[in-house]
């Protein structure tokens, strides 16, 4: 699924766009029932933001489109009249680009912004009181891994970057939110914060558990571990030895 640095990458695409009038049409026989061409053709584009998981088009007369791409979607910019193969889902065409959505499963459009997100871990620097204030307020019998995922709580964070962030801290995803201290849940969201901005710079990322299970630990060479973890069952990767604590499985 792709996570907040990709559609932070997205929206940066999209700049070329932005003070534009749009043509939007929504080739796609399921964005065409939702009406959001309709409703947005002609409009000036004020801006495209990414928050969280989400990526937020903002049109004259207040009105939000609320893209997310769960695991599928993908957003292009081509020159307008590109030739393509398929039926996307929506096409916001300008005077020389055009800003193509494949696959993109959610499109809702809002009359105002969409506030029932958490902080935005990519904002700089982000509000890390805010966001252990959210966790702080929420169940404290979930575990941290799972609660990671919660876009209530903190928006942006993947699958991919809670493993990493947690191995980075040396946290483990089973711990629940009464066992893990302050310091050590600020600690996770910092190292969640300094990866997705480090890929953002381009760094290529180094995966140390995400996908590795079976394969010895970097630091002490224990075999990584991998386990379904909450309600969707996404999927946690740990080492054992370094990241310690909570009920872990024995995978």
């Known amino acids: 699924m792709p996570e907040g640095d990709a559609l932070y990458r997205a929206a940066q695409r999209l700049q070329v766009l932005v003070g534009e009038r749009v043509e939007v049409e929504s080739p796609h026989p399921r964005a065409q029932a939702t009406g959001v061409a309709e409703q947005l053709d002609g409009r000036l584009l004020e801006s495209v933001r990414a928050v969280g998981k989400n990526l937020l088009l903002d049109f004259e007369g207040g009105l939000v489109l609320r893209s997310h791409l769960r695991m599928t979607g993908r957003w292009r910019v081509e020159p307008r009249g590109a030739k393509r193969t398929g039926r996307p889902w929506l096409v916001l065409r ?30 700089q620097p982000p ?9 702080r307020a929420a169940d404290q019998g979930r575990e941290l891994g799972d609660a990671l995922l ?8 993947g699958n991919m970057w809670k493993a990493e962030a947690l191995f980075a801290a040396r ?10 201290s302050d310091d050590e ?8 914060a300094k990866l997705m901005h480090g890929r953002l710079k381009g760094l290529r990322p180094n995966h140390r558990v995400y996908r590795k299970a079976g394969r010895p630990c970097q630091r002490c060479r224990t075999a990584i571990l991998s386990w379904g973890q909450g309600d969707d069952n996404r999927m946690a990767y740990w080492c054992p030895e370094c990241q310690a604590g909570g009920r872990a499985p024995r995978a």
């Open 94 to 123: 300008g005077a020389a680009q055009e800003a193509v959505l494949w696959n993109g499963p959610v499109l809702e459009l809002h009359a105002r912004n969409v506030t029932r997100l958490g902080p935005d871990i990519l904002e």
């Open 127 to 135: 509000r890390l009181d805010a966001m252990v204030a959210r966790f």
């Open 150 to 157: 919660d876009q209530r709580l903190v928006a942006g964070i």
């Open 171 to 180: 946290v483990s995803p089973w711990r629940r939110l009464h066992e893990v």
């Open 185 to 192: 849940l600020r600690a996770t969201l910092e190292q969640a």
